[in-house]
């Protein structure tokens, strides 16, 4: 766990200007998600925290969000220009990172192979509660 907590520490100070939980809310936009109630079920975070995390960045200028015509309660978010710039920066500081971190273990080859297992393991697990709550992606 230690080593899971400080690895994000140390991504987190890389990612320069963002926090993880705008850079798990950026992230979640650029790859389609476009409401924020998918954002919190997706990452597993509450709504508040995502509303908030939302209005940070869009005050920033780096997501936009719009009305939705058929649900007064619903927006639609979207990168901005400076949003994909800033989430493109932030993830290769972030990418750097990590690779110094695997370069200081004796296998930095298996280390970067596990993260990824870990990424689509993680992927299914917050896509299998998100479809357990009925909130999976709708077509």
Known sequence: ?????????????????????????????????????????????????????????????????????DDQRAATLRLTDDGRAVLDAAERAMLDRLGELAARTAEPAAVLAALRALDGAVDGYLADRAAARGLGRRA
């Open 1 to 69: 766990m230690r080593a899971l907590v400080g690895a994000a520490r140390v991504l987190e100070r890389a990612s320069g200007e963002l926090s993880l939980a705008q850079y798990r809310v950026l992230a979640s936009v650029a790859a389609g998600d476009e409401r924020a109630s998918r954002i919190a079920a997706r990452l597993a975070l509450g709504k508040p925290t995502i509303s908030a995390t939302v209005e940070s960045l869009r005050r920033r200028g780096l997501l936009t969000r719009a009305a939705v015509d």
